[in-house]
């Protein structure tokens, strides 16, 4: 419980940091003259930082061990949102948002790395599922606690008071976690040998397309594409939008935390995640029938953001042939496929829908939510083939 509780606090930090320029993007392009582009830009800088400690941040779960590499590796988090806090251009502002997306590359990973070490096989999926789940409770803090603080405080005095909160809770990781015992005996200890062999246990393999767009096609519905459709297709006004997405984030985070304990209870892990993705899929193919009812609409984006949430179950089945002096390089590279994938996703599907834009918004909307589809379509083909590693006990 320790572990769980000192982890969520940092996560929910760590997702804060996802979503909060949603909220001050207005202040921010009035302030610094930024552009559209240059707002965009701020986002995915985050996540090239993120992406870019993966592998990094794998090899020292594995040597180190998660209490100093995710206390020490939030320090940067913490020094990105000071110097995000006394930005005067976009420059600066870009350089701070690497130093936090990269300050938050090791806190989900360093749970799960406890967890796949410390806790039962069993309870692994039920772990990341529920971190995950509890932990978007970031994004709420992300929308109207940040937005009162910016008006009382500026975005400024917002952004100084995130990093002391940032480094109370790397403070926290230093002085609440454990490592767990070292691994000598096994393999090599290199960065770049131990990827390789990773790559070599082909029974990952089948696994590795469903976990590059599994996630990717929610998070970018979910950031990027759900309001624009539900303003251009429904006209919804603002508050109405606010609504709808309001819908499918609690979806998330309740379907993310309803796929913790199913692998147990089914018996299988599998078919947890085959299930899931495909109601997915067919979620997003329904999405683009012509005169779909707002309200069916609304429906579709839930069950699609509750249903898409395997995550913490895929992770699960991945970390089963994972062996333990790999672990942290293992679940590095699954988590590189599942953000990196959004990553890629993301500016995709922008350049898709640029293409478009002179077609009727239904029609740009529904093709995009068939490749969706389409793309988790052939992600479960090859995932058909891969072997079943159900939970003991």
Known sequence: ?????????????????????????PELAVELSLSPQALGNLHALWILGFVATQFPVGWALDTAGPRRTVSLQMLLAVAGA???AAAGSATVLNIAMLLIGAGCGSIYMGAIYLFGRTAAPQRFALLCSWLLGLGTAGNLLAASPLAWAAQSIGWRGAMVWMAAATAASALSVLLLI???GRITAHGSRGLFAGIRDVLKISALWPLLPITAVSYAVVLSERG???GPFFSSVYGLDPVARGHALLVMAAAMSAGAMAYGPLDRLLGTRKWVVFGGVAVTAICFALLALPGLPVGWAITLMGLLGGFGMTYGVLMAHGRAFVPDHLLGRGITLLNVLFIGGAGV???LSGSLMNRLQDAPPAQSHATLHLIFAGLLVIGLVIYAFAKDNPPKG
């Open 224 to 226: 990027l594409w759900a």
């Open 345 to 347: 996703l993301q500016p």
């Open 82 to 84: 000071l110097l995000f």
């Open 1 to 25: 419980m320790r572990i769980f509780l000192t982890f969520l606090v940092a996560y929910v930090l760590s997702q804060f940091y996802r979503s909060f320029l949603a909220v001050i993007a």
């Open 178 to 180: 454990r490592d767990p």
